[in-house]
């Protein structure tokens, strides 16, 4: 019975361990079954998963089924009708007498008033036609040309909304990078806070330190602790949020590469401006209107063209009178021409060339807004990296100053307040750091963005 007690014991006080140990061990097999996220794979998931670049590839797609149903009316049109009826009332045709003339020897013919009937019975006309447009060819041509156009605008808001999305993805994995790094900060300084809380626990046992000055290092460890949490709660929704433009389930685990430190990133400000003409999606866009402006302005002319179409017919019956033929064909030449419209045609056209300067004028504005955002872009670019230099040495600095004051504490050289002033100067420091460096790759994207880079 005592072996058996003393069994019961030592279980109850290595359980715990036990189960310890199997935590650690989950936590462990968990953390490396987190994935890894690059800012090189986060780019390429969003634009291969994210629902809008999807609906916009589908416009792209769209628009080249368009061309393609558009080059089919260049072609002869086959159409067939049937009709089917059943009589109510018969078809009388009636024939006067001599009506087809009176001949010598043979006398009128026919000698008598005559009335063929059709039987009250089911009847049908078939209509076979071939049509190909002669003179339209000139206005589905136009119209192919406008078709390439959209197409070709569907394909610079793709890549405008592609450029946008990796824009937002490089700022929201920046953001996951900035509170990352805020949280191996705020660790840090827990421990510090720890330390510093030991040791202010054995001057206050020797009676060195005033109990306030105790509780003072305990208050700030308290709220490093309560900062902790805010921004763990904080990382969580950046993820989800990150996940969200990834095109993949929000709760999708996943952990960020280390912060990068600032390139040598240099541009030239001339060479920039002439690559954002070039590539910015919109003021390709806004020239591709242009274009299209001035079709739909052609287009509306070419509608004072009389329709011309070569046409052949076949008309065949069923069930009517042998008198009525049982096959008919024809060829020809089909003419549609609206003679008077009241001016309509001319007012439109008025307004299609309206619509041609406004297009022009659209180039106008996009170029000058573009040249505005990329000086712009570059300027806050070179006020970032300045920035980014200027916290560097501040924080190297304030690191400098809580090793000193620190030592000079443990050395009784020094007074507590003096530390925990040097401590949170060095908390700001960091902060303002982590700032700089997420505004610096904030504002090269930005500017990545400006001068059109897809990436």
């Known amino acids: 019975m005592c072996g058996l007690k003393y069994r019961l014991c030592v279980l109850v006080m290595i359980a715990p361990l036990i189960c310890g140990a199997i935590a650690v061990r989950a936590q462990s097999r968990e953390a490396r079954d987190v994935e890894v996220l690059t800012l090189d794979q986060a780019i390429a998931i969003a634009l291969r998963g994210n629902t809008q670049i999807v609906n916009a590839e589908l416009d792209v797609r769209r628009s080249g089924e368009d061309f393609a149903a558009m080059r089919t009316r260049r072609l002869p049109s086959f159409k067939f009708e049937a009709l089917g009826t059943q009589q109510l009332t018969p078809i009388d045709f009636t024939f006067e007498k001599g009506v087809f003339g009176t001949f010598p020897g043979t006398g009128p013919i026919p000698a008598e008033n005559t009335k063929l009937t059709t039987p009250l019975k089911p009847t049908a006309i078939f209509t076979t036609q071939v049509s190909q447009p002669l003179s339209q ?28 999305l990796v824009r937002d993805v490089k700022r929201a994995y920046f953001a996951v990078l900035q509170t990352q790094s805020a949280l191996d900060s705020a660790a840090e300084t827990i421990r510090m806070y720890k330390e510093l809380d030991r040791v ?11 109990k306030t000055e105790s509780l003072d290092v305990r208050s700030r460890l308290a709220r490093s602790e309560y900062d902790t949490m805010t921004l763990v709660d904080q990382l969580a929704i950046q993820k ?67 329709e011309v179409s070569a046409t052949f017919q076949h008309i065949s019956t069923l069930n009517f009178n042998s ?20 001016g309509r045609r001319k007012h439109e056209l008025a307004e299609k060339d309206l619509a041609a300067t406004q297009a022009s004028n659209a180039v106008r504005d996009a170029e000058s807004k573009i040249l ?23 924080r190297d600095s304030a690191v400098e100053n809580v090793r ?3 030592n000079r504490y443990r050395a009784q050289m020094s007074l507590l307040k003096d530390v925990l002033q040097a401590q949170s100067q060095l908390e700001q420091a960091h902060d303002q750091g982590r700032q700089a460096l997420l505004s610096f790759w904030t504002a090269k994207a930005e500017f990545e963005n400006a001068i059109g880079e897809d990436k």
Do not use: C
Not at 156 to 164: I, N, S, V, W
Not at 270 to 298: F, I, M, N
Not at 331 to 336: A, F, K, L, R, W
């Open 372 to 394: 505005i955002d990329v000086n712009d872009k570059f300027n806050k670019l070179r006020q970032a990296r300045q920035l980014l230099a200027v916290t560097e040495l501040s």
């Open 404 to 406: 000193v004051l620190t």
């Open 200 to 210: 202010t626990g054995e001057y206050l046992a020797q009676q060195v330190v005033l």
């Open 323 to 342: 008198f009525i033929p049982k096959s008919y064909m024809n060829i020809g030449v089909t003419v549609t021409w609206e003679v008077f419209d009241w």
């Open 240 to 306: 989800q949020q990150l996940n969200q433009l990834l095109g993949r389930g929000v709760l999708t685990g996943f952990s960020v590469t280390p912060v990068p430190g600032a390139d040598g990133y240099e541009a030239d400000l001339v060479a920039a401006r002439t690559q954002a003409l070039q590539q910015r999606p919109e003021l390709r866009e806004a020239r591709l209107k242009v274009k299209q402006a001035e079709g739909d302005r052609r287009i509306k002319k070419a509608e004072f063209i009389p």
């Open 137 to 164: 060819l000139h206005t589905i041509n136009l119209n192919l040309k406008q078709l390439a156009l959209k197409g070709e605008i569907a394909r610079e808001e793709l890549r405008a909304q592609r450029q946008q």
